[in-house]
């Protein structure tokens, strides 16, 4: 049994991210991945900020406070946000006077969920990653499935999760590897496409263009997850023929929930 008192007396909500959860043995492994995150995306953080690539610096502290937010790092995630408002805005200059801030921070939370992982010592398999092919495998038609296209992997581990048995969740990290699965696999088999809106180098509304040119949204329910404050967004995304919206972020009871009325809703539409 790890020290989970160890956790919140270095300023981490747990309650607030078992509920979010489920229990802890999840927690723990959503942990790991944070640390396995950890070995590139703060480099990748800090090579757009020195470009001075803010679209693309957003995405990253986009996803990472999503992530802080389901791991109980509050502050992590407060910070996150700030930092992704100043370079949607383009705001290069407070990107660069909190960007200190934002480094110690992130580096506290990192040492911590370390130190935490030690408090039990156990070997560990290693895990297969969930990232997407560029070319996605073909699954048998057969089999009924959920693609979630996300660039956090503790997103996808949470609807794979809530799935576990029911439906195959095919993982996409970004939006051309959603539509390359869309590509392979019959539409009739695919009950629900989960969308990010802000991924990297191909976006969420990439794939509603796609969707539209090729009128899948008859085929394909999608339903929109997302962190994204903007309204403005939200609101473009519903000119599609998109069913719903989850808000990040969701338990595994809310995307069961969502994912089942978006199903029922294609289903009983005409």
């Known amino acids: 049994m790890r020290d989970t008192e160890f956790l919140k007396n270095n300023g981490v909500n747990l309650d607030s991210a078992l509920e979010l959860l489920g229990d802890l043995s999840f927690y723990d492994e959503t942990l790991e991945q944070f640390i396995e995150e950890n070995k590139t995306r703060l480099v990748n953080i800090a090579k757009y900020r020195q470009e001075g690539n803010m679209p693309e610096y957003a995405i990253l502290v986009h996803s990472l406070k999503s992530d802080a937010k389901y791991l109980g790092f509050t502050d992590l995630a407060n910070i996150a946000f700030e930092h992704e ?96 699965y869309i590509k392979v696999n019959d539409a009739n088999s695919i009950v629900a496409l989960l969308l990010d809106l802000n991924m990297p180098e191909v976006d969420g509304f990439a794939v509603l263009d796609y969707f539209q040119a090729n009128e899948l949204f008859d085929k394909i329910p999608v339903c929109i997850i997302t962190g994204d404050v903007e309204k403005e967004r939200i609101d473009r995304a519903f000119t599609y023929g998109i069913v719903d919206v989850l808000p990040k972020p969701f338990t595994m009871d809310s995307v069961r929930n969502v994912v089942e009325k978006v199903i029922y809703a294609n289903e009983n539409k005409n």
């Open 85 to 180: 408002m100043a370079s949607k805005a383009n705001d290069i200059n407070k990107v660069n006077e909190r960007f200190n801030d934002f480094v110690n921070i992130y580096n506290k939370y990192a040492k911590v969920a370390f130190e935490y992982l030690q408090t039990e010592k156990k070997e560990v398999a290693p895990q297969a990653s969930t990232q997407a092919t560029t070319v996605p495998a073909q699954t048998t038609d057969t089999e009924k499935k959920i693609i979630v296209a996300d660039d956090s992997p503790i997103i996808s581990s949470i609807v794979e999760k809530s799935f576990d048995g029911k439906y195959k969740v095919l993982v996409a990290s970004n939006g051309q590897q959603a539509i390359d």
